[in-house]
Every structure is written in C-alpha cells, then in structure tokens.
C-alpha cells in the first residue's frame, strides 16, 4: 500500500510552453500532497503544500503564478510549470500524507519523480 | 549551520555494516525519517523513529536516537551493492513538512 504516482515520468519541451505534471495517491486518500524540487546532487527543496479544495501555500521564494498548484481530489494533485524556461529544469517529486490512525505517524509517502528538460 | 546535517558521503566493502549519522537543531521534531533515493527516483520510505523512542529495528535497519545530543543514526546491517543509493535523513515540523538533510551517498564496494 500507500503507492504514489507522478506522470509523465520525464518531459521535454520547448522554452515558453507549460508543462502540467500529476501526482496521485493510488491505494489511499491524500488530504495534503507537498511539491518538491531537487537539483542535480542535491536535497529536495520543498515548493509548496497541496491542500485538497483549497489554496496552496507556497514557500518563500517560489512563485505561486509560474508553479500552478491543483488538488482538485483526495488523490490527485496537479503542478503546471508555465512558461518554462531552461532554468526551470530540475527533477520534481510529489509526496502525500497517509494518515495512520491509531499509530499518530503521519507518514510521507514519495513518487518517482518527474524529470523536466525545456529546451 | 544548517537545520539537518548529514554527511555528505560513505564507503564501505560488501557485507560490512553501514552507519549513516544525523544531526538537526529543533527538539520539538516529533517525528523522524531515513528516506532511501537510487538514481533517478523518488524516495522510498525506509524507517521513521518517533522522538520518545531511543531505537527501533526493522531486520537490517538499526535507528538509533539520541535526543539529547539531536543525534540520529541508521545502521544497515550486511550492507549489499543494492544499498548503493543516497540516504536523506529529515525531521518533521508542525506543519508536516519534511525537512531534510543534504543526504548521504552510500558506495558499497564489492
């Protein structure tokens, strides 16, 4: 269980177009997703917090109008890079929390990433 | 420095165990994690310790919690060429946010 999912899993495009990447949570509900970016050789920076039905909240820093955050359901949470520039590029990870319950350990659970080049 | 330290890397030969340390500066972190990142992946949960624990065990993983000095470890015990990846510790703040180390990169030489 607690299986998440980022599609596409790499993505090449042009300078100037959006790029839209979904995360979902496969076997379970995901009130909170959470938008990394990580750098070659380097840790993962966290963007912005997903919430389902609300807004997100974004970190300092990154721009709330280039990285469009969506959690339009329980298990699907979307980021559009718009207008992508070559320093957009970077590899992106998506994580949601699983709930446990009774254990009190919110745990999260990490997709594979999505490896995003603009050309 | 910096809120999680980790070293940045470690070798060990095949079948020796592995030690991989943490530090982190906030007490209040409740909850904490070794995540496991091979090349090209995400992270794969591997174990998380609770801040009232000082060990927990899961088959070759030791964790080891010294919350006094803020210090954490992960023991892998017979370390195998698979083990190669990078570890990243984090801790959780009281927004569930994870905030992590710079990561480990475990080579295990054959």
């Known amino acids: 269980g607690a299986v998440v999912s980022q599609h596409p899993s790499r993505v090449i495009c042009k300078s100037g177009t959006s790029v839209k990447i979904e995360c979902r949570s496969l076997?379970?509900?995901?009130?909170?997703m959470f938008w990394y970016r990580q750098f070659p050789k380097q840790s993962l920076m966290l963007m912005a917090t997903?919430?389902?039905?609300?807004?997100?909240?974004?970190e300092q820093g990154v721009e709330k109008d280039k990285f469009l955050i969506n959690h339009a359901s329980l298990t699907l949470s979307t980021l559009t890079v718009t207008s992508a520039h070559p320093e957009d590029s970077s590899f992106y990870i998506c994580?949601?929390?699983?709930?446990?319950?009774?254990?009190?350990?919110?745990?999260?659970?990490f997709g594979p990433g999505t490896r995003l080049t603009v050309l | 420095g910096e809120d999680v330290e980790q070293s940045l890397f470690l070798s060990v030969r095949e079948g020796d165990s592995s030690v991989i340390n943490c530090t982190y500066t906030?007490?209040?972190?409740?909850?904490l994690y070794w995540y496991k990142q091979e090349p090209g992946a995400g992270l794969q949960l591997l174990t998380y310790?609770?801040?009232?624990?000082d060990m927990k065990q899961d088959q070759r993983l030791t964790v080891l919690l010294n919350k006094k000095d803020k210090h954490l470890s992960l023991r892998i015990a017979d370390t195998q060429t698979g083990d190669s990846a990078i570890y990243f510790c984090?801790?959780?703040?009281?927004?569930?946010?994870?905030?992590f180390g710079s990561g480990t990169r475990l080579l295990v030489r054959p």
């Open positions: 994580s949601a929390i699983l709930s446990t319950g009774t254990s009190g350990a919110d745990t999260q659970y």
């Open positions: 076997d379970f509900q995901a009130t909170t």
């Open positions: 997903s919430n389902e039905g609300s807004k997100a909240t974004y």
């Open positions: 906030d007490s209040s972190s409740t909850y």
């Open positions: 310790i609770f801040s009232n624990m």
């Open positions: 984090a801790r959780m703040d009281s927004s569930y946010k994870l905030i």
